[in-house]
């Protein structure tokens, strides 16, 4: 019986620190003439950072209500789950907001924080009392998406880049938000860059440019309002902006990214009047698919004494590399393996050449490998029973090699 077995690697886990902040705005809201139309789905976060200096594994990030508001839910998993985070680095956990279409939700809020643990024990949370706010929001023509870029096709466990461009009011605003809405359940964000042209070279590393000085503490009196200091020259950000998400695909399925421009100028809050579905995308299995078909040469008019050589052709039809290939393959009954006889072309695969081992265990599978023949390189060793090809290395995907042997028949 022709085998083929497949490898996986693994990984390690290690001790580190946490620390937890807020990435988004602190407002969300309906239309405010009708609370039907407009958006009503936003992206609330938080950045984890490991602060300590070495690996961190089994993060889990929650999000918990601290006040009751039938209006203003989730509307997607409560824990986001990041497997390891290296010393220094950061992830950024999204939950989507929805708050229920009625004007009856307008001017209320609800309180919440995120609480990030670690296996190592370690936990932080965002500041409290933090609350999402539901405005009244004005569809604004003068925000614009003009474009979303990025692949339609996905594969589980790989990286990509989404970039949002867009233009706001040439000078930009108090509090701007850019944004794709992505599922955390098929999305990980692993980080945001933002560039705008007010001011000047103006840059971000979140979706949220707090330009004025925002006070997000619930319980300020100037709470809603720009106190400073500003944290853009002019204390505005926008004009021509830029937003690249980096994110890690974590499962199969099918969703769409919307967009959204959010933003407070003057004494009013706005959402761009184009927003909604930028692109459909498919998150697809990201996994080796290694084939083999097997021939010789000659296939008919097969006497004793003749020869009989045997290819095997392995190739990686799936969109990931294959790790650990082994091939085995019993001798022919009636057969006599020829020394020397064992070879493979690495086609383009690139592997390097295997190690070829014998096995003369008749039973299929062999209960060992560890047969040495005897004799020189040409002649016939009836007793190997079984001869297999162990690669090492991995073997990219889209690529195919083979494998030969000789037998006589007897």
Avoid at 112 to 136: C, F, M, Q, W
Avoid at 187 to 199: G, I, L, R
Avoid at 388 to 401: H, L
């Amino acid at each position: 019986m022709l085998a083929l077995f497949l490898g996986v690697l693994g990984a390690q886990s290690a001790y580190a620190q946490l620390s937890v902040t807020p990435v988004t705005w602190n407002v969300i809201g309906l239309d405010s003439n009708n609370p039907n139309t407009g958006p009503d789905t936003f992206q609330v976060g938080a950045r984890a950072c490991n602060t300590g200096g070495a690996t961190l594994n089994n993060l889990a990030g929650t999000f918990f209500w601290d006040s009751l508001n039938p209006y203003v839910n989730l509307s997607g998993p409560i824990t986001n789950s990041v497997r390891s985070l290296a010393a220094g680095a950061c992830v950024d956990l999204y939950y989507p907001v929805t708050v229920t279409r009625t004007s009856l939700a307008h001017n209320t809020a609800r309180r919440y924080h995120i609480t990030v643990v670690a296996d190592n024990g370690s936990t932080a949370s965002t500041p409290t009392p933090r609350e999402l706010y539901v405005e009244k929001i004005i569809s604004q023509g003068r925000n614009t998406v003009i474009s979303v870029t990025g692949p339609t096709s996905v594969f589980v466990g790989q990286t990509y880049q989404y970039t949002i461009n867009a233009s706001t009011a040439t000078q930009g605003y108090e509090q701007l938000e850019v944004f794709l809405n992505l599922s955390n359940v098929v999305f990980q964000v692993q980080s945001v860059s933002a560039t705008y042209s007010a001011p000047a070279g103006g840059t971000n590393n979140k979706i949220y440019a707090d330009a004025c000085g925002w006070e997000n503490n619930p319980v300020s009196p100037n709470y809603r309002s720009c106190i400073g200091p500003v944290n853009y020259a002019g204390g505005k950000a926008g004009g021509t902006v830029a937003v690249t998400y980096t994110v890690k695909i974590l499962t199969t399925g099918t969703t769409s990214a919307n967009t959204l421009i959010l933003d407070f100028s003057g004494s009013s809050y706005h959402y761009n009047a184009d927003y909604g579905t930028a692109l459909n995308i498919t998150a697809l299995p990201f996994q080796p698919n290694v084939g083999l078909v097997k021939s010789v040469t000659p296939a008919t008019n097969v006497l004793p004494g003749t020869e009989l050589t045997y290819t095997i052709a392995f190739q990686n039809t799936g969109n990931a590399p294959a790790a650990t290939l082994i091939i085995s393959d019993p001798i022919p009954a009636n057969t006599d393996f020829k020394l020397g006889s064992a070879t493979y072309s690495a086609g383009t695969t690139g592997l390097a050449a295997p190690i070829v081992e014998y096995s003369n265990d008749p039973v299929d599978p062999p209960a060992s490998w560890t047969y040495v023949p005897t004799g020189a390189a040409g002649t016939f060793d009836a007793n190997v029973k079984h001869v297999r090809w162990r690669f090492s290395g991995q073997m990219p995907a889209s690529t195919q090699g083979s494998v030969t042997f000789t037998v006589r028949v007897r």
